[in-house]
C-alpha cells in the first residue's frame, strides 16, 4: 500500500473530547469500486454518509504502534453517494490512555501530548481501471464530537444533546507510515448478546442489573428520556457478601458510562471503550427500569470456535463455560491477564500458560501469530521479553513469562501444524536463549535475577504472592525447556540447531547434579513434565504422594498448575488428577464455581468460604490463566493429542472415570473433525465404557493400554470395566 495521504489532528488540542475528523467529496464518473485504508492514533469509528464503515470494533486494535500500527481497508463501494461525507471519530483507546493504571504524571502527562492522529486513503477505482483517491491532509475538518470522554480504564462520557457548531481546520503531523502494516490480526467484532436477568435493589439501595454473566464488553440500553436526563453506570463482577453492588478490585479504572440523554425513546452504547463486568449499578437512571432496556455486548476478537466441552457433570460443564467466557472475555486483540481493573495487559506468563486450552477452544493461529509479532518487534535487545506485549514499561527477564517466547509459537505450530510462525519466531526464539546464557549467575543454570516465580502458588509464605518454590529451580527448568523448543523449531525450519543441543545437553546434566530433590509439588511437576527428573515415574509417584499428603488438594500457582495434571495422569495417577479435577472445595477448579463464578478467577479463592474477597488490589473474578485445565481434559480425559503437528496424524487414547457417566469432547483440527466420547453402560447385566470416536486423519486409538493403527473413520469400541 502506497502512502499518499498524510497524519492529521486537529489544529487545536480537544482534551478529553474525542474528536470528529470531516471530509466532503463528490464520487466523479464511472466509479466502481471504493475502498477505505484507515488508521488512527487511538480507536476510531467511521462513517460514510451517517452508515457506519464495517462492523470492527476498537479498530485498529492493539500493537506495538511505533514499531507497527495495523491499518484496516474496509470496501465501501456500497455507501458511496454522489456527494459523500465521511466523518471518523476518533478516542484515546490504547495509544493515548495511561496505560497501566499505575503510569505516573510523568507518563501520563506524555500521554495526553499526543494529538488525536488520523490517517486515511479512501481509493476509488473507476470502471476503466483508474484510481482517484482522497487523502487526509489539510482540507479536512475537525469538530468536537458527542463523545466527552472516552478512554481504555475510566469509561466513556456521550452527551446526546450535544450538536457541534464549530468546526476547526486539521494540520498535517510530522510522523511518517514506515510502521503502517496491513491488518494482521483478527478484527474485534460483537459477538455475543446477553440480556439482563435481573433488575433489583441491593441492600444498600441502589439499583443493580444482573447480566447472570460475566462478559468483556459494554452494555446498550435503551430510555425513554427527557432532553438533559442523566444516565449512569458503575461496572462491577460481583457482589459483597451482603449482595451490594462492588468493583474496588477494579483498583483505580472508574469503569464509568455516563450520557445525557436527548428527547424521546433512544438506544445507547459506548463506542471506543469497554468494560469486564457482569452487573452494573445504575448510579442514575430516568424512570423504573426492567430488564428489557439493557442487553451486554461480548466484544472480542473474531475467531471460529473449533472446540467443545461437555460431560455428565454439570459443575464441570460450568467450568468448561468459564474457561471459554474467559477465552472470550480476555482475547481482545491481545491475549490479557484480565478485562477489568487497570491493568488489561497483554501478560506473557498467563498467555503461555493457556495457549494450548486457547489453541483448542478456537482458531487462534492469527491471534497469535499478531501478538507474537510484536513481541519479536518489542524484545529487547539483550534478548529478554517484556513482561507485556505490546510493552508497556514493565520489564523483562522473568522465568515462565519470558517463555511465552518459545512456548506459545510452538503450541500454534503443534495445534495448526503451519511452520510460518516458527519461521517468524525463530529470532526472537534464539535470541531470548541467549538472554538467559548471557545473564544467569552460573553457567547451564538460570540463576538471579528477578522472577515471578510460582506466582500465587498456595505455597506461598505468609505475605508473599510467590509460591514456595525456589526461584532458580523454576528458571533453570525453563531454560532447559525453552532450549529444546529452539531445538525442535529449528528441525522444523531445517536450521542447524547441533549448538542449541548442546546446550540443552548440558543445561539436563547441570540441572540434576544441582537440584538432587524436589521440595514442591510445582518443583515435581516441571521435574517430569519437562523431562529432568533422572526417574520421571518415581518423581511422578512422589508428586502424587505429595499431592495426597496435601490433603488431596493442588498448591500450585501460575507455573505448575498448567502441568499438574497431566504428570499425574502421564504416570498411572489419572484417578488422582480427576479428584483434583471434580473437588468442590477450596482449593480447586470447582470451588469457585460453586461460588456463582462465570469465568475463571485469579485466585482459587476470590471469595472465600465465608464470603470474604481474597483482597481487594489484586482479586480478578476474569483471570483466564487457570482455565488451562480445559486441555487436559481435550488431551487426557478425552484422550485427543496431536500425533504430529497439526492433527496430520491424531494420538486417542481417553481415560475415563467412574465418577464421571460420560463425556465427549470434539476439536476441529485443520484435518478435520476429530471427537471423542465416552460412558459408562450395562450391556446384559456387564457394565462397559463405550467409546465413541472419529478421527479424520489415519490415527492411533489406545484404549485399556492397547495401541490399534486406524486409518480415518469411526470406531465404537466397547469394554468391560475392570
Ligand atoms: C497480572 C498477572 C500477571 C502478574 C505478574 C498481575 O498483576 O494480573 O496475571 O501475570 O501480574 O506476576
Redesign the pocket.
Known amino acids: 500500500m502506497e502512502w499518499s495521504a498524510k497524519w492529521i489532528a486537529p489544529a487545536q488540542d480537544m482534551g478529553d473530547v474525542c474528536a470528529v475528523f470531516v471530509k466532503e467529496f463528490s464520487k466523479g464518473d464511472n466509479i466502481s469500486k471504493a475502498e477505505l485504508f484507515i488508521t488512527a492514533m487511538g480507536v476510531y469509528e467511521a462513517r460514510l454518509n451517517g452508515v457506519r464503515v464495517g462492523d470492527f470494533v476498537l479498530a485498529p486494535g492493539w500493537t506495538s504502534y511505533e514499531k507497527r500500527q495495523q491499518y484496516q481497508c474496509y470496501d465501501v463501494t456500497g455507501l458511496l453517494k454522489e456527494e459523500n461525507s465521511l466523518e471518523v471519530t476518533v478516542g484515546k483507546g490504547w495509544y493515548r490512555s495511561p496505560i497501566p493504571g499505575w503510569t505516573n504524571e510523568e507518563g501520563k502527562n506524555k500521554k495526553a501530548h499526543l494529538p488525536a492522529g488520523l490517517i486515511a486513503q479512501l481509493v476509488l477505482t473507476g470502471e476503466d481501471g483508474s484510481k482517484k483517491v482522497v487523502i487526509t491532509d489539510e482540507s479536512w475538518t475537525a469538530k468536537e464530537s458527542r463523545i466527552r470522554f472516552s478512554e481504555i480504564y475510566d469509561g466513556e462520557t456521550c452527551d446526546a444533546t450535544f450538536e457541534a457548531t464549530e468546526t476547526q481546520p486539521v494540520v498535517c503531523l510530522e510522523k511518517g507510515t514506515q510502521n503502517l502494516i496491513p491488518q494482521q490480526g483478527e478484527k474485534i467484532r460483537e459477538e455475543e448478546y446477553v440480556a439482563a436477568e435481573r433488575v433489583f435493589t441491593t441492600p444498600k439501595g441502589e439499583t443493580v442489573v444482573d447480566f447472570g454473566q460475566e462478559v468483556t464488553g459494554y452494555v446498550r440500553f435503551t430510555v425513554d428520556a427527557k432532553a438533559g436526563d442523566r444516565v449512569e453506570i458503575s461496572h462491577g463482577e460481583v457482589l459483597d457478601k451482603e449482595g451490594n453492588f462492588y468493583n474496588a478490585n477494579y483498583r483505580s479504572a472508574k469503569a464509568k458510562l455516563c450520557y445525557t440523554c436527548k428527547d424521546g425513546v433512544q438506544t445507547y452504547q459506548p463506542h471506543l471503550t469497554f468494560f469486564g463486568f457482569r452487573f452494573i449499578r445504575l448510579d442514575s437512571f430516568p424512570g423504573t427500569p426492567v430488564p428489557e432496556q439493557f442487553t451486554a455486548v461480548a466484544v472480542h476478537s473474531h475467531m471460529k470456535r473449533t472446540g467443545r466441552l461437555s460431560s455428565s457433570n454439570p459443575l464441570l460443564n460450568r467450568l468448561f463455560s468459564n474457561v471459554v467466557w474467559g477465552q472470550r472475555g480476555n482475547f481482545l486483540d491481545v491475549p490479557t491477564?484480565?478485562p477489568q481493573?487497570d491493568?488489561r495487559?497483554g501478560?506473557?506468563?498467563?498467555a503461555q500458560a493457556f495457549v494450548k486450552t486457547a489453541s483448542y477452544n478456537y482458531d487462534v493461529e492469527r491471534f497469535f501469530t499478531k501478538w507474537l509479532a510484536d513481541m519479536a518487534a518489542d524484545q529487547f535487545a539483550d534478548g529478554s521479553i517484556p513482561?507485556?506485549i505490546p510493552a508497556c514499561g514493565l520489564g523483562s527477564g522473568?522465568a515462565a513469562?519470558d517463555d511465552a517466547a518459545t512456548i506459545c509459537p510452538w503450541q500454534i505450530y503443534m495445534t495448526y501444524g503451519n511452520p510460518e510462525i516458527l519461521r517468524q519466531q525463530f529470532d526472537c526464539m534464539k535470541n531470548y536463549i541467549g538472554f538467559i546464557t548471557s545473564s544467569t549467575k552460573d553457567e547451564y543454570l538460570w540463576t538471579g535475577g528477578t522472577h515471578?516465580e510460582d506466582?500465587?502458588g498456595l505455597d506461598a509464605p505468609v505475605g508473599s504472592?510467590k509460591g514456595s518454590s525456589r526461584a532458580d529451580f523454576i528458571a533453570s527448568a525453563f531454560y532447559a525447556h525453552s532450549t529444546s523448543l529452539v531445538v525442535k523449531a529449528g528441525k522444523v525450519l531445517g536450521e542447524d540447531v547441533s549448538g542449541y543441543e548442546t546446550l540443552y545437553d548440558n543445561i539436563v546434566k547441570t540441572f540434576r547434579k544441582t537440584f538432587t530433590d524436589y521440595r514442591t509439588q510445582t518443583e515435581m511437576v516441571l521435574a517430569v513434565h519437562f523431562g529432568l527428573a533422572e526417574d520421571l515415574q518415581k518423581t511422578a509417584d512422589q508428586l502424587a504422594e505429595k499431592v495426597i499428603a496435601d490433603g488431596s488438594k493442588l498448591q500450585t500457582g501460575?507455573v505448575g498448575t498448567p502441568y499438574l495434571l497431566h504428570v499425574l495422569s502421564g504416570y498411572g495417577h489419572t484417578d488422582l488428577a480427576y479428584t483434583l479435577l471434580l473437588r468442590r472445595e477450596y482449593p480447586s477448579w470447582l470451588y469457585p464455581v460453586t461460588k456463582g463464578a462465570t469465568t475463571i478467577w485469579?485466585h482459587w479463592d476470590g471469595i472465600m468460604e465465608n464470603g470474604d474477597f481474597w483482597s481487594t488490589d489484586?482479586n480478578?473474578f476474569n483471570?483466564y490463566?487457570y482455565g488451562s485445565v480445559a486441555d487436559w481434559v481435550y488431551e487426557e480425559a478425552a484422550g485427543i493429542k496431536p500425533e504430529e503437528p497439526g492433527f496430520a496424524r491424531v494420538r486417542i487414547a481417553p481415560k475415563p472415570d467412574s465418577r464421571l457417566e460420560w463425556l465427549e469432547v470434539s476439536l476441529e483440527t485443520r484435518h478435520g473433525l476429530v471427537r471423542s466420547s465416552w460412558s459408562h453402560i450395562e450391556e446384559n447385566g456387564c457394565k462397559k465404557v463405550r467409546y465413541e470416536i472419529i478421527t479424520p486423519s489415519p490415527s492411533v486409538i489406545v484404549i485399556d493400554g492397547k495401541e490399534k493403527e486406524v486409518e480415518a473413520g469411526e470406531y465404537v469400541i466397547c469394554v468391560d470395566e475392570i
Not at 347 to 350: A, E, I, L, Y
Open positions: 491477564d484480565c481493573r491493568e495487559l501478560w506473557t506468563g498467563d513482561h507485556v522473568s513469562w515471578y506466582w500465587l504472592y501460575f485469579e489484586m480478578s483471570h490463566a
